[in-house]
């Protein structure tokens, strides 16, 4: 089962290898991982979406990222009401006679079109990961020719 999880630490050099190091040591897949600086430049915020199969290794996964020296709080969004989102860049190639097709599809996500070259353009969307499928699949269709994701982002309410 995967989980969303939140760790602030400290925006130093080599933090995000000791945690990545601290996943590979112990066999723990990160599915997903987006960092950025908060508010505060000293503090970076880490969402990632780690494989867990059942509570014992998701409660080792917490227990070791508070071990470490440069984490300030690790939060596990599973049981707590939160939103989370992802978004997508996809590259996809059209015909004219497919652009009210494609149009359609996207006004049914919150996706939109943001550089068109020619007929092949670039569609930029942010929503849950489910949905975020969805679209993928629908846009299948056409011809994905590129796609780049950020991984899951969340917060609490």
Do not use: C
């Amino acid at each position: 089962m995967r989980h969303t999880i939140s760790v602030l630490v400290e925006n130093k050099p080599g933090v995000l290898a000791r945690i990545a190091g601290l996943f590979s040591a112990r066999g723990y897949n990160i599915a997903s991982l987006a960092v950025s600086e908060t508010l505060d430049p000293t503090v970076s915020y880490m969402t990632m979406v780690v494989e867990a199969e059942d509570e014992k290794i998701l409660e080792q996964i917490k227990k070791q990222l508070n071990k470490l020296i440069d984490v300030i709080t690790v939060t596990d969004f599973t049981k707590k009401e939160h939103i989370d989102r992802e978004l997508i860049l996809v590259k996809v190639e059209y015909s004219a006679k497919e652009k009210t097709k494609l149009e359609g599809i996207l006004n049914k996500y919150t996706a939109k079109i943001i550089q068109r070259k020619g007929n092949v353009t670039i569609i930029e969307a942010v929503d849950e990961q489910e949905k975020i499928k969805q679209l993928l699949q629908d846009l299948g269709r056409f011809g994905i020719k590129e796609l780049v994701r950020t991984g899951r982002v969340a917060m609490t309410y």
